[in-house]
């Protein structure tokens, strides 16, 4: 493992409010990593159900932990990319967890030789059973020409070099729940970029979310997935289409 390697450091951004019942899992499943230099920074927007409280019983292995109010999710994620010294940063939910205990290394591998991103696969969880996989998101290889066809990676498997993050100006917290699309969108369709795919089960995530909590939650995110594919050049309802029918393949 040469020098290069052994120097990286990678941040984990995990955002929280009233999240008790999951953060214990994430915070475990970034613990018991076997990669060395892992700062892991907990931004809470003033939970007031016990998450601070398990948060403080991990709290040796927490290296940052902020709780005040925020303007919503995509706020807080610039605060801990504000606060990140990692040399990438990716991002954790309150109630996910990372797939095994050396997918951080399996990032850091990726990331070796300049690397500027680094993604993979992804599997849906049962929500009181993180075994029980009803869901799988197998990315592929990265194709710019693939984005007008609504390919995009997880994002809880996207993991940039920070100072990147900082150059396109973070999350748009102007957008309600489809900043993380327009964000890796502003990294995927930089010039140049030089991206690696990890081919194997970085995350598993519960099911459920913000964006498809109802009908009106899922109207909310195709509007805001067509003003962000509009606003990169990628195309309109074609490619919004095409991005909700590639999810069909998660379920067989």
Partial sequence: MSSAFDAMKISIVTVTYNCVATIGDTLRSVASQTYPDIEHIVIDGGSTDGTLQTIESHRTRVSCLISEPDNGIYDAMNKGIARASGDLVGFLNADDVLASADAITCIAEAARDGVDAVYGDLVYVRTTNLDKVVRRWRSGAFARDRLRFGWMPPHPTFYVRTALLRDIGGFDDGLRVAADYDLMLR???????????????LVRMRLGGASNASSSALQRKSREDL???RRHGIGGWFTLLSKNVRKLPQFF
Avoid at 187 to 200: D, E, H, K, N
């Fill in 187 to 201: 990294c995927l369709m930089r010039p140049g970029l030089r991206i690696a795919y990890v081919r194997s089960v």
């Fill in 227 to 229: 003003v962000v594919m």
